[in-house]
């Protein structure tokens, strides 16, 4: 009670400071890298967890770049790591009413098309690259996990798979977690992105690879229309995604299981078993064309 009433006292005074009595503050639901808390109707504030202060120190400088071409995301209203307010670093943010949705919606490929128009931002963000399958599947042979013939079929399909995209393609700024749980819908129907802790520069199609194909299928169009120019084929795009897809689902297959976990992903086979519902539900071209 003493650490949550600390916190909950210090966020209490960051909201005097804008006006916010102390009883329109409540904490709410938080992820694994920050604790959450609405303070009145405008706003609302994040409170890095020790060890993720580097991802909100990454969201201050990725936010304004990308509000510049025009993705809907809340506007940083303070960031503070001088800790003589809260004993730890925070954001105050600008609150955006809306409701979770149950899958992420055909119009957040209008907002990642912005996302990868970015070309600089003000912060250092990692470089993601596109691994090599092949020693997950070597590994998961040598563990017994998938027998010889069945690591010599996925290392085929990865080969043919690398035959469809660029893997020397630009990187592009990624907002690296597309799910559910940080999307808000607003009054207009309209998606919201919030939460850029997990931005970096990687392939595009690294952006779709945590959502299900089946949601990926119906955004992809939109997403294309969106970047103009610079759109690879939807072709060589979903070979990427599937290529990305497959690959960490096989690095997942041998872990632990981790419930209580609000991403599909978390469970070690959702993955894969999210692959084989998606091929035999006869997904569209150029889907169908790929396995």
Do not use: C
């Not at 990454?58 to 940083?76: I, L, S």
């Not at 610079?230 to 497959?246: F, K, R, W």
């Amino acid at each position: 009670m003493g650490e949550l009433g600390g916190l909950l006292g210090a966020v209490v005074g960051v909201g005097r400071r804008y006006g916010v009595p102390g009883g329109e503050v409540r904490e709410v639901a938080g992820g694994v890298a920050n604790r959450a808390f609405v303070v009145g109707g405008e706003l609302f504030v994040r409170v890095a967890r020790a060890g993720f202060e580097g991802d909100l120190r990454k969201e201050v400088g990725v936010v304004p770049a990308v509000r510049a071409v025009g993705v809907r995301t809340p506007e940083v209203v303070e960031f503070d790591e001088s800790r003589a307010v809260v004993d730890a670093v925070y954001v105050v943010m600008e609150r955006v009413h809306g409701v979770e949705p149950a899958g992420a919606s055909v119009g957040v490929g209008d907002e990642l098309a912005r996302v990868h128009e970015v070309r600089s931002v003000e912060v250092e963000l990692p470089v993601d690259g596109w691994g090599d399958p092949r020693v997950t599947v070597e590994g998961l042979a040598v563990r017994g996990v998938v027998d010889g013939a069945t690591a010599e079929w996925l290392t085929g399909w990865f080969g043919r798979l690398e035959q469809r995209f660029d893997r020397a393609a630009p990187r592009v700024l990624i907002h690296g977690d597309v799910a559910p749980h940080n999307l808000l819908v607003g009054a207009d129907g309209e998606p919201v992105l919030v939460d850029w802790g997990d931005a970096a520069w990687a392939p595009r199609a690294t952006e779709f690879a945590k959502l299900r194909l089946g949601e990926v299928v119906g955004m992809l169009p939109r997403y294309l229309a969106g970047v103009g120019d610079e759109a690879p084929s939807e072709e060589e795009l979903a070979a990427g995604i599937l290529y990305l897809q497959l690959s960490w689902g096989l690095s997942k297959l041998a872990a632990d299981p981790w419930p209580g976990q609000r991403h599909w992903t978390a469970p070690p086979a959702s993955r894969l078993l999210g692959l084989l519902q998606f091929f035999t539900s006869r997904p569209p071209a150029p889907w169908a064309d790929l396995s």
